[in-house]
């Protein structure tokens, strides 16, 4: 049977979710999530690019963190997340971009673990580590205020004590 590039990202993810268990996050589909203490949810996702096919496979991840607090006051059934990005332009520098990866069908998925894991748990955990608690997630939304469309329940949540 002939490997395909979606394989290798499916062996990729598998691998994945045996790295990131260790940290305490759960797959589910193509992302991993992470509950803390509070309700709020942190995920990294693995993204494909629309042009991607059996032949070659382009990803990116991504994370973000979920407020249960915020989402339950106007969202009850979806949890958008209030912080998210792609890894490559947060962790690598403003204007860096995001960082792709192009899987071909003789790609070691092992190698892929490898890379994606390590900088998953070397920059994406840490940063999840400082940005989860509610007053932390104010501070982002309330520095971000002016330069994004924000719902109303979101300005009431960052301007409540």
Known sequence: MTSSALDVRDRALLGLSQELSLFGYKKSGRAFRYIF??????????????????????????????????????????????IDAHIGGIFEGEGAGDSWWTLLPETSST???????NLAISKYIPWMAGHWQNDLIKSELRASRNSRIMPSAWLEFIDKK
């Open 37 to 82: 203490g509070n309700g709020n949810i942190g995920f990294i996702g693995v993204q494909s690019s629309q042009s991607s096919s059996a032949a070659c496979v382009k990803i990116r991840l991504s994370y973000g963190i979920c407020c249960i607090e915020l989402f339950q006051l106007q969202f009850p059934k979806r949890r958008p997340t209030v």
């Open 111 to 117: 190698d892929l673990v490898e890379r994606i894991a």
